[in-house]
Structure formats: structure tokens, C-alpha cells
């Protein structure tokens, strides 16, 4: 069964760092792009940035583009959400998914951006 | 940036009623549109693909169609473990962007 597990939520201050991980089990991690999507509390859903199965390629939300980095470790089958610069708006329930169009989700974990 | 307009935003139904939620994109995308199924405290669900195609295990009572601008999200009977809320999304191209959300709620 294809399984993701997200780590690495919690409270950061803003201006700080947070990197989110998602360990990748069931299939061939590098032969899927793996996308992040969030939810703030009350809002619906938003793209926040995928990347290629190689890596080569990656797409950021406006929202985030510069502030965060999309990367993944093939040989760990791990994904990872570098996330910088925090800002209030960033508080959200953060899921891992697989594909483009995310045919699998993981349960998410939560970042809290607040002083 | 292409943006989907979803509605309505919410929805009171009865179980056994047919519902129809629409997505509007602001440019043509083809056929490159999702559905989702997110109920509270879960993880969303994909429904359908490709617009029409729907996903391996869902009922068959949820069915999608359009392409270009204009799709729809079809339930042809309503059950009480379909209460909750829908959002299409674009991956014509990048940024991808979700509609709005419909949520769908017991009359």
C-alpha cells in the first residue's frame, strides 16, 4: 500500500525555518512527482509546490516562491519542504502527495507560524 | 495564473438527491482537471481525473465531465458519507490552482 508520512510541523516564529520531511513507502518514489498542498485553518486547499521524479524540475505557488525550497532524496524515498522566512499566512495543515493531481495524500503535519 | 471559479460555494441536499457542482477556468485547460473529496479531520480523496475518469475504488455515482472552460462534478444519488467538501483542481499548467471549494451539507 502506498503510505506518506509527514514530520517536521510545529511552531516557528516569523522570519524562521521549518523544514517539513515525508517518508515515501509502496511504490517506486522516483518514478512519481510528489507535490505539497496546504490548508490554513477555515480555508480551503492550496497548491504550494511540486517537483519532477528526478528533481530536475520544480513549481512554487507565488505565495511561497523564494521563501521556500522543494527537494527530494531518491535514495531515501523521502520529500522535503524547506521553509523559510515564515509568515503568519503560512500557518497550515501541510499534506505530502503523490502525483500532480494527488492520487495519494498523507494525514499532513501542522506548522504554526506565531510569536 | 489560471483561476477556477467553483460553485456554488455551498450546498444543502437530501440524501438520494442528484447534485451538480461546476468549475469555470479563466483560460482553456483541456481536459487536465481533478475532483476531491475532503472530509474534516481526513486527508482529501481524489474522485476523478482527466475530468471524466474516475478514480480506481470510487461509487460509481460520482461521475465528471467538460473539458476547455467548463467542467462538472455529478453525484446521481446522494449518500450520507457524501457530505462533505468538493474542490477541482487545474494542472493545465503551472501555478496549479484549486477552486474555491462547494460544501456540501444535509438539508
Known amino acids: 500500500d502506498v503510505q506518506l508520512l509527514e514530520s517536521g510541523g510545529g511552531l516557528a516564529q516569523p522570519g524562521g525555518s521549518l523544514r517539513l520531511s515525508c517518508a515515501a513507502s509502496g511504490f517506486t518514489f522516483s518514478s512519481y512527482a510528489m507535490t505539497w498542498v496546504r490548508q490554513a485553518p477555515g480555508k480551503g486547499l492550496e497548491w504550494v509546490s511540486s517537483?519532477?521524479?528526478?528533481?530536475?524540475?520544480?513549481y512554487y505557488a507565488d505565495s511561497v516562491k523564494g521563501r521556500f525550497t522543494i527537494s527530494r532524496d531518491n535514495s531515501k524515498d523521502t520529500l522535503y519542504l524547506q521553509m523559510n522566512s515564515l509568515r503568519g499566512e503560512d500557518t497550515a495543515l501541510y499534506y505530502c502527495t503523490r502525483t500532480v493531481v494527488p492520487d495519494h495524500w498523507g494525514q499532513g503535519t501542522l506548522v504554526t507560524v506565531s510569536s | 495564473d489560471i483561476q477556477m471559479t467553483q460553485s456554488p460555494s455551498s450546498l444543502s441536499a437530501s440524501v438520494g438527491d442528484r447534485v451538480t457542482i461546476t468549475c469555470r477556468a479563466s483560460q482553456g485547460i483541456r481536459n487536465e482537471l481533478g475532483w476531491f473529496q475532503h472530509k474534516a479531520g481526513r486527508a482529501p480523496k481524489r474522485l476523478i481525473y482527466a475530468a471524466s475518469s474516475l478514480q480506481s475504488g470510487v461509487p460509481s455515482r460520482f461521475s465528471g465531465s467538460g473539458s476547455g472552460t467548463d467542467f462538472t462534478l455529478t453525484i446521481s444519488s446522494l449518500q450520507p458519507e457524501d457530505f462533505a467538501t468538493y474542490y477541482c483542481?487545474?494542472?493545465?499548467?503551472?501555478?496549479?490552482?484549486f477552486g474555491q471549494g462547494t460544501r456540501l451539507e444535509i438539508k
Open positions: 517537483i519532477s521524479g528526478s528533481g530536475g524540475s520544480t
Open positions: 483542481l487545474q494542472h493545465d499548467s503551472y501555478p496549479l490552482t
